[in-house]
T-cell receptor, first 114, second 111 residues
Framework: GAGVSQSPSNKVTEKGKDVELRCDPISGHTALYWYRQSLGQGLEFLIYFQGNSAPDKSGLPSDRFSAERTGGSVSTLTIQRTQQEDSAVYLC????????????FGPGTRLTVL | GQNIDQPTEMTATEGAIVQINCTYQTSGFNGLFWYQQHAGEAPTFLSYNVLDGLEEKGRFSSFLSRSKGYSYLLLKELQMKDSASYLCAVFASGGSYIPTFGRGTSLIVHP
């Protein structure tokens, strides 16, 4: 079956512009995570959605970052007024729902802020 | 806070065995994952340990000691395609749904 997909695969933007990154999780997966991975760094948790519950936004680095998940499926991560330090690979992962379920990752979006 | 430690880089020879260690200090423990990530690709699941002991899966095995806060990933009969980054991730207890990832160990397999 289809895995997790993300779009775009690459995004180059100018400092100060807004960007939207999309994630399509595996059908039926109730949990969805966004992570950020900078060169040589581990995965940095950003936000977690579980079903219809309020998302856990504790990892968002600033109020320029926001995310939503429509209909318990597709998710969009929005970064407003991008800064050069936002440049990273943004990974989305979904899991069937349990706290310790295996996470299935998408291919990521490489964001470059000039 | 949560802390996960892994070596930054390791090298090994094709056909050999390599052990990648992971130590963790977390507020409780509810399971440990190992993921493999090839350059430019998404992480893929390798193993999950929640009880002490060794879990074997083909050429890959993963070991856990909860009392020592320690895990390792053992790769046997190394192949060139095993060159990748190996990520250790821990779920703390207390209902946490957010895993803490280590920085990953870059494994280079040479002929």
């Amino acid at each position: 079956g289809a895995g997790v997909s993300q779009s775009p695969s690459n995004k180059v933007t100018e400092k100060g512009k807004d960007v939207e990154l999309r994630c399509d999780p595996i059908s039926g997966h109730t949990a969805l995570y966004w992570y950020r991975q900078s060169l040589g760094q581990g995965l940095e948790f950003l936000i977690y959605f579980q079903g219809n519950s309020a998302p856990d936004k504790s990892g968002l680095p600033s109020d320029r970052f926001s995310a939503e998940r429509t209909g318990g499926s597709v998710s969009t991560l929005t970064i407003q007024r991008t800064q050069q330090e936002d440049s990273a690979v943004y990974l989305c992962a979904s899991s069937p729902g349990g706290a310790e379920d295996t996470q299935y990752f998408g291919p990521g979006t490489r964001l470059t802020v000039l | 806070g949560q802390n996960i430690d892994q070596p930054t880089e390791m090298t090994a020879t094709e056909g050999a065995i390599v052990q990648i260690n992971c130590t963790y200090q977390t507020s409780g423990f509810n399971g440990l994952f190992w993921y493999q990530q090839h350059a430019g690709e998404a992480p893929t699941f390798l193993s999950y340990n929640v009880l002490d002991g060794l879990e074997e899966k083909g050429r890959f095995s993963s070991f856990l000691s909860r009392s020592k806060g320690y895990s390792y990933l053992l790769l046997k009969e190394l192949q060139m395609k095993d060159s990748a980054s190996y990520l250790c991730a821990v779920f703390a207890s207390g209902g946490s749904y957010i895993p803490t990832f280590g920085r990953g160990t870059s494994l280079i397999v040479h002929p």
